[in-house]
C-alpha cells in the first residue's frame, strides 16, 4: 500500500473501518478535475444569456434590459455575471444556448431527476457517479458532493464523500469511533458514517488557515472551499454543487439578480481556491430546463424547455457563444411557448468526460443510457 | 415494554416521552388518535388573519432585518408548535400532522408565507388530517400562505376584465396540485390540463387590505369560459375551481398516489405493493377519509417490523428530546437545531416538501451533524443514569452491541451520546 499525506490523515478512518485494505490509495487517476453546478429550479437561460439580436426578442420579453455585458453581438450576458465575462474575455467561458436534456417535461422534480440521471427517465444513480465508476477513482480521491446532503446526480454505486462546515464542539474521537463501529452492519447509515468521518478528517486538512466567510453556508463560500480542496493534492477530482432560486414565475427581473451575483461569485472564488489546478479544471453549470419564452402575467416565466448552461475552465475552448440558434418566431418556438432545443446537454456532459477527463468511449453508454443519438460535441477543450 | 408497545412509539409516535405510562393495548392506543380532535395547540391561536395583518405591517414599515412583525409570529409559534410535539398525548395525531403538512409543503424559502406558515398548519392542515383528503385538499388551495407561496394571488385570467392591462396567468399552482398534490405525472395530465385547472383558479387571491385580511375571490380576474380538466369539464365562476378540486381530490390515481405515499412514510422506503392497495382500497370505500387510512395503516402487519424507516432530522430531534424529557427552560432552540441538521422547520426547498427515504437523509455529514448535535445536548443529562434512560425509551429495542458501547462509555454524556446516535435510536 503506497502511503500518502492523505492515508495519515485517515487514521481514524482507519481505525474504525478495522480494514485497512479498504483504505488503499489508488494512485492519483490524473490530475484533472471536474465540478458540475446545478441550478435547483430552472435558470431562465434568455434572462441569462440575452439574444437580443433576434428580432422578435422584444415581442415576448419587452425592451433589451440594459448593461447587457457582450457575448459577441447577437448575445448579452446579464450584468450581475460580470465575473463570468471576464472569464469570457479570456477565453475560460463557454456559453451555451438553446440546450436541453433528453426529456420534455415541465415539473421541476421530475426534470431534475432526469437531468442528474441522464437519461429520458428516472434512474437510481446518477450519471456523475457512473462517471467516477468508470474512472476507477477510489473513494479518497473521488468524488465530493458540497451541502449537506448527496444529490442524485452523485449517488449510485461509487462512493461518495461530502462536505459541510460544521460547527465547534464535537464530541471525543473514540465516541465517533464507537458509533461508527455500532453502525457497521447498517447498509445505509454504515457507510455514510464512516465516509463523514473520513472527509471532515481531511478537509480540516485542506482548510487549515484559510479565512473563515461570515456566511460559512452560502454558495461562494461552499464554492470557494470546494475548490480548495480540488486543488489539494491528494484531494477529491470530482464534486457537484447546487445553488436554488430560480423559479422565477413571478418579478423576474428582480428576483434573478441575487442568485446570478452568487453563482459568478462562487465559480469566480472556486477559481482561486483551485490556484494552478484551474488549468486543469473543467467546471459544468447546468439547470433542469429553461423557462417560457413569453414573459407572463405576473412579470415571470413559466417552466419551459431550452435554456443555457456554462462551461467553465483554463484548458475549455471558450470565449464564445455555442449554439444552433433556433429563433424566436412562433412557429420556431417548441410547442409556441418554449425556446425550442437544438443541442443536447448530453452531448456537452459526454464531451467534458471524453476530451477533459479521458475517458474511454465506451464507457460512454453505461454513463448515458440510450443516448446514441446525442453525439459528443466536438472541440470544447483546447488543444 | 413488549416489542410491539415500543414499536408503537417510534413508529407512529415520536418516541416515548421519558417515562410516560404505556398502554395496555398499543393498537387501541393508536386507533383511539384518530377519533379526538385536537384542542386548540397554540395560545393566541395562530390565525390567517393575524399573519397578514404582520405581513401588512411589514410592508408599511419596511422594518429593519431582525425587526420584522411577521418574522416575530413565526418564531414565537413555530416554538410552540415544536413545543407541543414534546409533550403531545396524541403524537400519531401529529405525526399525521406533519405528514400532511410535509405532503402540502408551503416553505419561508418565499417569504410572504412567513407570517401565516403555522396559521396554515393549524387552519388547513390539523384540523383535516382524519377528514377526507378533498376537504384538506380546498382548505389548503384556498389558504392565504399556499396562494402566496405558489404565486396564485396574482394569476389573472387573460381574456377576464383585468386581464387587459398585460397581466395574465400563472400556472404554478395548477401544476404542483396535479403533479404534487393529487394526481401525480402516474394520471398522464398533459400542459392543457395544467393551463385549464390554472384559469379556473384565477381569481383565487388573498385580500390584504380588508379589515378582516384574507382569502378573496377576484371575480374580475377570473377567466371566462368553461374549462376541461383530465377529461371532466367545469364551469367558470369560484363554484367551477372547487368542482374541479374536488374532482381532482377524489380521482382514483390521487388515492394510489396518496397511498403510496402514507406507505412509504410510515412503513418501508420501497412500500410493498399488496400494502398500497391496501390503504388505497381504505381511501376509495370510504371517499377518502384519512382517519380510515390512518387506521388502515395501523392494521397493516408490516408496520410492526422495527428499524425499517430512518428518522428525518425532525423526527429525531423531537425524539431524542422526548426521550430526555427535559423541563420547559432546559430545553434548547429546536428551531436552530433542525436548521443545523438539514431540515429547517417549515422551510423546505422546494415544493415537493423533504424527502422520505433514507437516502435522502443518510448524506455522510448530515449523519456526523447527528452525532454532535446528540453530544451536545447529552450534555445535559445531569445525574440521570444513561442506561435507565435507555431501556426506559428504547425497552426491547435497545440492542446489545449499544449497552455494551455504552457500559464502556467514559461518562454518562458519552453514553448517552451513543444511545441517541445508535441505529436503534436513528431509526423508527
Known amino acids: 500500500m503506497t502511503t500518502t499525506r492523505r492515508t495519515t490523515l485517515l487514521g481514524l478512518a482507519t481505525a474504525i473501518a478495522g480494514n485497512r485494505a479498504s483504505l488503499a490509495l489508488a494512485d492519483a487517476a490524473g490530475d484533472r478535475r471536474f465540478v458540475v453546478v446545478i441550478l435547483r429550479g430552472a435558470l431562465d437561460g434568455m434572462a441569462a444569456v440575452v439574444p437580443h439580436g433576434d428580432p422578435q426578442l422584444q415581442a415576448l420579453r419587452g425592451p433589451v434590459p440594459e448593461g447587457l455585458l457582450d457575448l459577441g453581438g447577437f448575445y448579452g450576458l446579464h450584468p450581475a455575471l460580470s465575473g463570468l465575462h471576464g472569464l469570457y474575455q479570456a477565453g475560460h467561458m463557454l456559453a451555451i444556448h438553446a440546450v436541453a436534456g433528453p426529456y420534455r417535461i415541465r415539473s421541476h422534480f421530475e426534470a431534475q431527476d432526469c437531468l442528474e440521471s441522464g437519461a429520458e427517465h428516472r434512474m437510481t444513480s446518477g450519471w456523475l457517479n457512473r462517471a467516477v465508476a468508470a474512472m476507477g477513482l477510489s473513494r479518497e480521491n473521488g468524488a465530493l458532493a458540497v451541502g449537506v446532503s448527496v444529490p442524485l446526480l452523485l449517488r449510485g454505486a461509487s462512493p461518495v464523500a461530502n462536505w459541510v462546515p460544521h460547527g465547534a464542539a464535537t464530541p471525543p474521537q473514540d465516541v465517533y469511533a464507537a458509533v461508527a463501529a455500532l453502525h457497521q452492519g447498517d447498509p445505509v447509515t454504515g457507510p455514510a458514517i464512516a465516509a463523514g468521518l473520513r472527509e471532515r478528517a481531511f478537509s480540516a486538512q485542506a482548510l487549515m488557515g484559510q479565512p473563515e466567510d461570515k456566511n460559512r453556508f452560502g454558495f461562494p463560500s461552499l464554492a470557494r472551499a470546494a475548490g480548495t480542496m480540488l486543488a489539494a493534492r491528494d484531494g477529491p477530482r470530482i464534486a457537484a454543487l447546487e445553488l436554488g432560486g430560480w423559479d422565477t414565475h413571478a418579478s423576474q427581473v428582480g428576483r434573478l439578480k441575487g442568485p446570478l451575483r452568487q453563482l459568478d461569485e462562487g465559480l469566480l472564488g472556486m477559481k482561486e481556491g483551485l490556484g494552478e489546478a484551474w488549468t486543469q479544471t473543467a467546471i459544468l453549470v447546468m439547470t433542469e430546463f429553461g423557462r417560457t419564452a413569453r414573459i407572463n402575467g405576473t412579470g415571470g416565466t413559466d417552466h419551459g424547455t431550452a435554456g443555457a448552461a456554462f462551461v467553465l475552465g483554463g484548458g475549455i475552448a471558450g470565449g464564445r457563444v455555442l449554439a444552433d440558434w433556433p429563433g424566436l418566431s412562433d412557429n420556431r418556438l417548441y410547442e409556441h411557448r418554449d425556446l425550442a432545443p437544438t443541442t443536447d446537454l448530453r452531448s456537452i456532459a459526454k464531451a467534458l468526460l471524453l476530451q477533459h477527463l479521458g475517458l474511454p468511449p465506451p464507457a460512454m453508454e453505461p454513463v448515458f443510457p440510450g443516448s446514441a443519438s446525442a453525439a459528443p460535441t466536438r472541440g470544447l477543450v483546447r488543444g | 415494554m413488549d416489542i410491539r408497545t415500543a414499536q408503537a412509539f417510534v413508529r407512529f409516535g415520536l418516541g416515548r416521552q421519558g417515562a410516560e405510562p404505556l398502554p395496555s393495548d398499543p393498537k387501541a392506543w393508536l386507533l383511539r388518535q384518530l377519533h379526538a380532535l385536537d384542542a386548540p395547540v397554540l395560545q393566541p391561536q395562530a390565525t390567517t388573519e393575524s399573519g397578514l395583518s404582520a405581513l401588512r405591517e411589514d410592508r408599511e414599515t419596511k422594518p429593519k432585518p431582525g425587526e420584522s412583525k411577521a418574522r416575530a409570529l413565526f418564531t414565537a409559534q413555530a416554538a410552540g408548535l415544536l413545543d407541543h410535539a414534546l409533550t403531545t398525548p396524541a403524537p400519531f395525531r401529529e405525526r399525521l400532522v406533519w405528514f400532511w403538512a410535509n405532503h402540502f409543503t408551503i416553505s419561508l424559502r418565499r417569504g410572504e408565507c412567513t407570517g401565516v ?104 380576474n377570473h377567466e371566462p369560459g368553461p374549462q376541461t380538466v383530465l377529461g371532466g369539464t367545469f364551469p367558470p365562476g369560484e363554484e367551477g375551481g372547487t368542482a374541479a378540486l374536488l374532482a381532482l381530490g377524489t380521482h382514483a390515481a390521487t388515492y394510489r398516489f396518496l397511498a403510496t405515499k402514507l406507505v412509504r412514510h410510515f412503513v418501508a422506503d420501497n412500500p410493498a405493493q399488496a400494502d398500497i392497495r391496501r390503504i388505497e382500497t381504505a381511501l376509495r370505500n370510504t371517499n377518502g377519509d384519512l382517519g380510515a387510512a390512518a387506521g388502515a395503516l395501523v392494521d397493516l402487519e408490516s408496520a410492526w417490523q422495527s428499524g425499517t424507516k430512518l428518522r428525518t432530522p425532525l423526527e429525531f430531534t423531537i425524539a431524542a428530546l422526548r426521550a430526555l424529557d427535559l423541563p420547559a427552560d432546559h430545553r434548547p432552540n429546536i428551531g436552530r437545531v433542525l436548521s443545523a441538521l438539514g431540515q429547517p422547520f417549515l422551510n423546505a426547498p422546494a415544493p415537493n416538501g423533504w424527502g422520505d427515504t433514507a437516502a435522502d437523509w443518510a448524506a455522510p455529514e448530515s449523519m456526523i451533524r447527528r452525532i454532535d448535535w446528540a453530544h451536545a445536548l447529552s450534555a445535559r443529562i445531569g445525574s440521570n443514569d444513561p442506561m435507565t434512560l435507555a431501556d426506559t425509551a428504547l425497552g426491547p429495542l435497545l440492542q446489545p452491541a449499544t449497552r455494551d458501547a455504552m457500559a464502556r462509555a467514559g461518562s454518562r454524556r458519552d453514553a448517552m451520546t451513543l444511545m441517541l446516535s445508535s441505529p436503534e435510536f436513528q431509526r423508527r
Do not use: K
Not at chain 2, 118 to 123: G, L, Q, R, S, V
Not at chain 2, 141 to 169: F, K, T
Open chain 2, 117 to 220: 406558515a403555522c396559521a396554515f398548519i393549524e387552519e388547513a392542515i390539523r384540523p383535516n388530517v382524519t377528514r377526507r383528503f378533498s376537504d384538506m385538499l380546498l382548505a389548503v388551495m384556498r389558504h392565504p400562505a399556499m396562494m402566496l407561496y405558489l404565486d396564485n394571488i396574482r394569476s389573472v385570467g387573460p381574456a377576464s376584465p383585468g386581464g387587459a392591462h398585460g397581466a395574465g396567468l400563472n400556472e404554478n399552482l395548477a401544476r404542483e396540485c396535479l403533479e404534487l398534490h393529487t394526481v401525480s405525472p402516474a394520471a398522464g395530465f398533459s400542459q392543457t390540463d395544467v393551463t385549464a385547472l390554472a384559469r379556473l383558479l384565477t381569481g383565487w387571491s388573498v385580500d390584504l387590505q380588508a379589515s378582516v385580511p384574507g382569502f378573496l375571490f377576484r371575480a374580475r
